[in-house]
T-cell receptor, first 114, second 113 residues
Framework: NAGVMQNPRHLVRRRGQEARLRCSPV?????VYWYRQLPEEGLKFMVY????????ESGMPKERFSAEFPKEGPSILRIQQVVRGDSAAYFC????????????FGPGTRLTVL | GENVEQHPSTLSVQEGDSAVIKCTYS??????FPWYKQELGKGPQLIID?????GEKKDQRIAVTLNKTAKHFSLHITETQPEDSAVYFC????????????FGKGTKLSVKP
């Protein structure tokens, strides 16, 4: 069984461009989480989604960032008008349920903003 | 807000020795504590977890202990091997949360052959 898949693995954007990060959860998992990791830091929660619903976006910047998890297809994290401070590794995790259910992480997308 | 402190930030041991990493959490409502191993350039991999109704859990060379009163939990790796070298993260999940894990800042473990 395939685990969490993310693409692209590496993404380079110039300031002002848009970045789209994709995440396909473990088959059968309907809960998706996005985390951001800065160099030498732990992971910081951004957003939690279920199919077609945003459940908790308390960790996501109010501007330029958006996320979706459509009925069909992968979850998308979208960053508009990227700035150098957006450079980080973005990880997606999925779980079968919520409380106390293991979250399995993908390999991440490393975003570099020039 | 909820906070997780992790120590030490770096740990170097000789192959065959034991390694211990400690974390403390602030939210007394936390009830789930996973540990992740992250190798260079990869995503975090769940290695063991413990729930608040259990004080200790063991899986081969890895064990985790939880002290709810003191609000701290620890990862113990025995008979370390070079392939154990990685960054280890502790995390906690609050009973009142929507599912977002709060992570420590990580411990870089180096096992010298």
């Amino acid at each position: 069984n395939a685990g969490v898949m993310q693409n692209p693995r590496h993404l380079v954007r110039r300031r002002g461009q848009e970045a789209r990060l994709r995440c396909s959860p473990v088959k059968g998992h309907s809960h998706v989480y996005w985390y951001r990791q800065l160099p030498e830091e732990g992971l910081k929660f951004m957003v939690y989604l279920q199919k077609e619903n945003i459940i908790d976006e308390s960790g996501m910047p109010k501007e330029r960032f958006s996320a979706e998890f459509p009925k069909e297809g992968p979850s998308i994290l979208r960053i508009q008008q990227v700035v150098r401070g957006d450079s980080a590794a973005y990880f997606c995790a999925s779980s079968l349920g919520v409380l106390g259910n293991e979250q399995f992480f993908g390999p991440g997308t490393r975003l570099t903003v020039l | 807000g909820e906070n997780v402190e992790q120590h030490p930030s770096t740990l170097s041991v000789q192959e065959g020795d034991s390694a211990v990493i400690k974390c403390t959490y602030s939210d007394s409502a936390s009830n789930y504590f996973p540990w992740y191993k992250q190798e260079l350039g990869k995503g975090p991999q769940l290695i063991i977890d413990i729930r608040s109704n259990v004080g200790e859990k063991k899986d081969q060379r890895i064990a985790v202990t939880l002290n709810k009163t003191a609000k701290h939990f620890s990862l113990h790796i025995t008979e370390t091997q070079p392939e154990d070298s990685a960054v280890y993260f502790c995390a906690s999940l609050s009973r009142g949360s929507q599912g977002n894990l709060i992570f420590g800042k990580g411990t870089k473990l180096s096992v010298k052959p």
